[in-house]
């Protein structure tokens, strides 16, 4: 496991990603898609317009919202499972942190196209956004429940800014539109079972199509500055704990949250 780790962390550094194939087995997908499913179909009435008009995700599937007691503690099970955490330390090795969840789905508005983005452009301007490409980022662990198109990224954008290609459609400039086609775009398309490990900050989409349903959890490294955007309520309450084998992921997060 050692020199996989390694192998990983390396991929992900020079990359910005990766992937495993059939990491999970038909029984943990099941069991998890259980629980993402009574999610999703309470969700969806509770947020009729909006995902008839515009969604193409949610989040917070931890919370309190939709999900009993027992089911979240199966997903924070799940989340913070040995083969979850194996992954989570190869790429943050101290004191990875929680940080939420989201779930894509397929919009129902056909008009709708995927689109690239890096994560950090809806927080910061461009100038600060050159910037914090640079700096630690929010690393996503993307789980299909189906099979899928997949995700579509540029490999090595965590590290380096954009072409004029990617900046002009990325943006919509120069008459450019975010859903175009890139020739840097690399296409991973992933099944239930597969995992895809990459960073928010490079620019991706998802592709839109099959019976895409993918969960999708954020995790950070604790030294950096992102406990502000974790909500209270998609971490475990306190009589939680015990009942979660081994709640460090989310201990982090809560120790971060009690120091302010
Ligand atoms: O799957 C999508 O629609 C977008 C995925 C994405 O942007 C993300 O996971 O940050």
């Known amino acids: 496991m050692e020199k996989n780790r390694s192998q990983l962390k390396s991929n992900y550094d020079d990359q910005g990603y990766f992937v ?3 990491y999970f087995n038909i029984a943990e997908i099941s069991s998890l898609r259980k629980v993402i499913l009574t999610f999703h179909e309470l969700w969806k009435k509770d ?7 515009e969604a193409f995700n949610s989040s917070l599937i931890t919370g309190s919202e939709y999900l009993a007691y027992d089911d979240r503690v199966k997903l924070f099970n799940f989340i913070s499972s040995k083969k979850i955490m194996a992954i ?3 790429v ?3 004191n990875p942190a929680f940080m939420n969840t989201q779930l894509f789905f397929n919009p129902v508005n056909h008009q709708q196209k995927d689109f690239w983005h890096r994560d950090c452009q ?3 301007d461009i100038e600060d956004q050159k910037k914090v490409i640079h700096e630690t980022q929010v690393v996503h662990l993307r789980i299909p429940l189906f099979d899928e198109l997949g995700i579509e990224l540029v490999p090595g ?3 380096r800014w954009d072409s004029d290609e990617e900046f002009d459609v ?3 400039e120069k008459g450019r539109v975010s859903s175009e086609s890139l020739s840097t775009g690399n296409k991973i398309k992933l099944a239930a079972g597969d995992l895809l490990v990459f960073s928010a900050d490079m620019i991706h989409r998802g592709l839109y199509g099959l019976d895409r349903l993918a969960l999708d959890m954020l995790v950070f490294d604790s030294a950096a500055d992102y406990v502000d955007y974790v909500d209270d309520d998609c971490l475990p309450e306190t009589s939680m704990l015990d009942k979660i084998d081994d709640p460090r992921l989310f201990m982090t997060t809560i120790q971060l949250k009690a120091q302010g």
Not at 47 to 53: A, D, G, I, L, R
Request: no cysteine.
């Open 92 to 94: 943050i090795p101290t």
């Open 47 to 53: 947020n009729k317009k909006f995902y008839q008009e």
């Open 20 to 22: 495993i194939r059939n």
């Open 122 to 124: 809806y927080d910061f």
């Open 157 to 159: 954008t965590h590290k």
């Open 170 to 172: 990325r943006q919509e």
């Open 88 to 90: 989570v330390e190869s």
